[in-house]
């Protein structure tokens, strides 16, 4: 009787599929709900095998490459050595004439972030989705603060990221000084797994800090062995400059670009890099836009001062004549901070890259779409910040970068992966193809071209500002945890099956830094001690 009753079962779940099939994720950005992970039976994708044999690829880290196969198990880089033989039961991905990389790190995302009064439309799902489609593994997301106590903040966004399909970071913004944000910043380096604060130099009565507070900041990042990251405009002239458009009668999206010129960031730039040396402690500047910024990490880099600089994707293939298009909906879609720049800043970029003078590539990953930039429809200034780069970023920089001779294969696999991992201090669990590194991989065909579209995207917003773009390069199968997670344009990710990773301090930057304040202490010649005048 019993075996009855489970042929019938058998009989009328195998009809309900054939009848009702399970949904797939496409190039329809179709998504299954939320708590319902795709590689579970209620979405009908079957988990990857625990074996992976990538074989016959270029394998190619940020220091060398080779032909070889590379073997994965449970999640990790078991071996990597040309010819290798497996069992039956391990999953071949053929990768001959195609390169074998680390996935991809972005280290600059804002998911799921309240932003100017609505809510950014791609979370921690949506956006991470997306970035695998686009051949990063992994991000490194800002926590704001919950009227300033970081722990709140940071209890807030692991809530947002229960649903997370890929491994991720944290950084943690500080928007206010006292005695007990200190505090809160030891147990954050010391429990959490928090190696990098950000302070916002803009955003004038919002979450804009003086310079007193990143001074008490920057100190305390220095004796934590966390980086300090700055947001690098000038606020105040920022605010000035936004009231200057608006008496001016420029209400549009151009007056956003207006209102907060180059010199403004390359003024908070010099500011925030003279402060850091100050205290002397390394600095990282975030989405360096201009050539005025750039000008200035180029000075203090040269001189031998810790400084990183961070490009973004919008920054080095846009310009902002798209802000003066007639249409407010096109126009608003670039709305960003720091503003995309004039024809001109593109390429200096793009060669500072190329030289070592800016070191890794994010995207400020933001996205709103056009209902919610709508909101600035009669105020530039309402118009909510950000654009969309987590899943153009590879292959932007590939068409941009390498195809244009301007950076090496090794290097692609640096400015996207490698440092990253590096200045974060994950490496080389992250940003390596190695045995005992995580099972993050790509394969990219070289040959293969790519054409971007708000229709096909998986970004949950209805425009894209790299929309119509097309070139040459192609992430045709991305590899998460040792799961294939993208493949034949196909995306089978499991909400929940991401990783959040602890980022220890005291990275490479800091290698040094004693000594150097021994030496300052020791060419003061002080206090002079002078005999007391007895008149």
Known sequence: MASTSTAFLLYLLSLSLLLFPSPSVSQLNQFCEVGTGYGEAGCGIPVSSSKLLIKGGTVVNAHHQEVADVYVEDGIIVAVKPNLKVADDVKVLDATGKF?????????????ISFMNTEA??????????????????????VM????????????YEKKAKNSCMDYGFHVAITKWDEEVSKEMEIMVKERGINSFKFFMAYKGFVMVNDELLLQGFKRCKSLGALAMVHAENGDAVFEGQNRMIELGITGP??????RPPVLEGEATARAIRLA??????????????????????????????????????????????LWDPDFTTASKYVMSPPIRASGHDKALQAALSTGVLQLVGTDHCTFNSTQKALGIDDFRKIPNGVNGIEE????????????????VTDFVRVTSTECAKIFNIYPRKGAILPGSDADIIIFNPNSSFEISARSHHSRSDTNVYEGKKGKGKVEVTIAGGRVVWENGELKV??????????????????????????YLSSLNAPVHRSKSTT
């Not at 996935?103 to 804002?110: E, N």
């Open 100 to 112: 074998v990389m680390p996935g991809g790190i972005d280290p600059h995302t804002h998911l799921a």
């Open 277 to 322: 040396s100050f205290v002397n402690t390394p600095l990282y500047v975030v989405h360096v836009m201009s050539i005025d910024a750039m000008e200035e990490i180029a000075r203090a880099r040269k001189s031998g001062q810790r400084v990183i600089g961070e490009p973004i994707i919008s920054g080095l293939v846009l310009d902002d004549s798209k």
């Open 254 to 259: 151009e007056g956003h670009a207006l209102s």
């Open 121 to 142: 439309i791609d979370d921690f799902f949506s956006g991470q989705a997306a970035a695998l489609a686009g051949g990063t593994t992994m991000h490194i997301d800002f």
């Open 145 to 156: 603060p919950v009227n300033g106590n970081l722990t709140a903040g940071l209890q807030a």
């Open 494 to 519: 499991v909400p929940g099956s991401g990783k959040y990773i602890k980022m220890p301090p005291f990275s490479y930057l800091f290698n040094g830094i004693n000594k150097a304040d021994e030496s």
């Open 393 to 408: 970023r590879m292959h932007l920089v590939w068409d941009t970068m390498v195809e244009s001779g301007q950076i090496s």
